[in-house]
């Protein structure tokens, strides 16, 4: 274990596999009661059609691909059913022509001429359609030119064994030549690991090839089969929901050389979005694997599937990785090819996550502007006159006119009731701020700007760095005089 952790570093705290050759003695994860399953491991899909009716004529309308759908037994069955009954009636066809004739009575007789040549009985029946079928030709046996059924009989035997021969022999060749033998090459890995990869919550599976033939535009997905019941109370039993495993950015297309890892990101639109570590021990759902791809070989189509239930995923895992450099050449071991790590992960899932994160941070500035209390904080005096003022001046107007050159103790001192922000209509809002000082009541500051005391307003322009009080006019005079007209006119508006 030291070495291990010498290697891998101290994240990779306990390793459990679940194959005898892993090389690790740690006992096997307590495993659920086994449930089934409607993918199996080897990809046989446990589905069973019943109560087909009138529905079982349609296997016939399609009989050759009723006869390769079939198990091997029952094809090896057919074949030798079909040919033995087909030469069994055409043997019969040529005795009924010799009977018919008077062929058997007379087949001794070197006078007579008859239809085929040494047929007696059945028997000699029999071998003369062999020989003709398979176009061996001995010589003993032949049709003679006195015999016009017998060639009207011959040209149909020819016909139909042609159409015998190419039917069976077909059935047989595409049967043995799907590739599903191929697809015992493709590996699976027992088990999926969810844990961090990139910073973000994964689920994760191993894919391999066993031969060194490539499979080529080799594509694999994956589809979420989980029971849910509709908001209207409709029940889905086995929704079929489709897992992203790099569609959109084409790493679901595999150049399967060695193992690879297939990641699922799980965000908010994975269907794992709410998926725990406590949630899924109640959780039942199953991930069907399809991995896709044309033989090198034989240029056909095969498929590989497999499946995971809820217990075979597990928590905080990470596989074991399988390739090392070798000189001239990189190895692959395949014996760690289902071995596993336990590494830290968190036990939450990304939407609890996200939830807490949210309830973390202090960007809740919004929700106290909204609130019904007093406004005695200046952010949200920021927000409003950020949004209805410095938007429609210009940038240098809305330089001069913000609130980064106000010093701190200016912008504690502005903090004062709602109400007083609207006695001086004829100010900008800069100076209402800071000339309503504390002490001064609403009836003084209630009346027009040429009424309002001096004195406050010389000691408040006063305070003001040098650029305000050049704008002020040193007296308490309003800004708007040292503006443009067109400034002018868009600040009145601004006030009225």
Not at 70 to 98: D, E, G, P, Q
Not at 241 to 265: K, N, R, W, Y
Not at 392 to 400: A, M, S
Request: glycine share 6%; with cysteine; net charge neutral.
């Amino acid at each position: 274990m030291s070495a291990l952790r010498k290697k891998f570093g101290d994240d990779y705290q306990v390793v459990t596999t679940s194959s005898s050759g892993s090389g690790f003695n740690q006992p096997p994860p307590e495993k659920k009661r086994k449930r089934q399953r409607f993918v199996d491991k080897n990809g046989r899909c446990n589905v069973q059609h019943g109560n087909l009716g009138g529905e079982t004529s349609r296997y016939l309308s399609d009989l050759f691909t009723t006869l390769v759908d079939l198990k091997w037994r029952w094809n090896l069955f057919i074949f030798i059913l079909t040919y033995t009954v087909a030469w069994l009636f055409m043997a019969s066809m040529w005795w009924c022509i010799a009977y018919i004739r008077g062929d058997l009575n007379r087949a001794h007789n070197d006078k007579y001429t008859p239809c085929v040549a040494n047929v007696y009985n059945f028997p000699s029946a029999f071998l003369f359609f062999i020989e003709t079928e398979a176009t061996i030709g001995y010589g003993y046996r032949y049709i003679t030119d006195k015999c016009p059924e017998g060639i009207i009989l011959f040209l149909f035997q020819s016909i139909l064994g042609s159409i015998v021969d190419a039917f069976l022999i077909g059935c047989m060749f595409i049967k043995m030549s799907q590739p599903k033998k191929r697809a015992e090459t493709l590996m699976f890995s027992e088990h999926a690991v969810i844990s961090m990869r990139d910073g973000k919550l994964t689920l994760m599976f191993r894919v391999g090839n066993l031969r060194n033939s490539h499979m080529v535009s080799a594509q694999i997905r994956c589809k979420l089969l989980k029971s849910r019941q509709t908001p209207e109370g409709e029940f889905l039993p086995l929704d079929q929901l489709e897992l992203d495993v790099g569609f959109s950015t084409g790493a679901d297309q595999l150049f399967l050389v060695s193992p690879l890892t297939i990641c699922h990101v799980i965000d908010t639109k994975s269907p794992f979005y709410d998926l725990s570590q406590r949630s899924m021990q109640t959780e039942q759902f199953e991930i069907v694997v399809i991995l896709e791809g044309i033989v090198e070989t034989t240029g056909m189509t095969c498929q590989a599937r497999t499946s995971y239930t809820e217990d075979e995923v597990l928590w905080g895992h990470r596989f074991f990785p399988v390739i090392s450099l070798e000189e001239g050449f990189f190895k692959v071991d395949y014996s760690q090819f289902h071995a596993t790590f336990e590494v830290p992960t968190p036990p939450y899932s990304v939407k609890e996550a996200e939830e807490a994160l949210l309830l973390s941070s202090p960007l809740m500035a919004p929700s106290l502007c909204n609130s019904g209390e007093k406004n005695s904080s200046l952010d949200c005096l920021e927000i409003l006159e950020d949004n209805d003022s410095t938007t429609k001046l210009p940038t240098k107007l809305q330089k001069i006119t913000g609130r980064e050159g106000l010093p701190k103790k200016l912008l504690r001192m502005s903090s004062t009731t709602s109400e007083m922000t609207y006695s001086f209509g004829d100010l900008p809002m800069k100076l209402q701020r800071i000339s309503s000082v504390p002490g001064v009541s609403d009836d003084k500051l209630s009346g027009k700007a040429s009424k309002m005391s001096t004195e406050p307003m010389s000691k408040s322009v006063a305070d003001l760095p040098p650029k305000l009080q050049r704008l002020a006019g040193g007296g308490g005079g309003r800004m708007d005089g040292h503006l443009p007209p067109k400034l002018r006119k868009m600040n009145s508006d601004r006030f009225t």
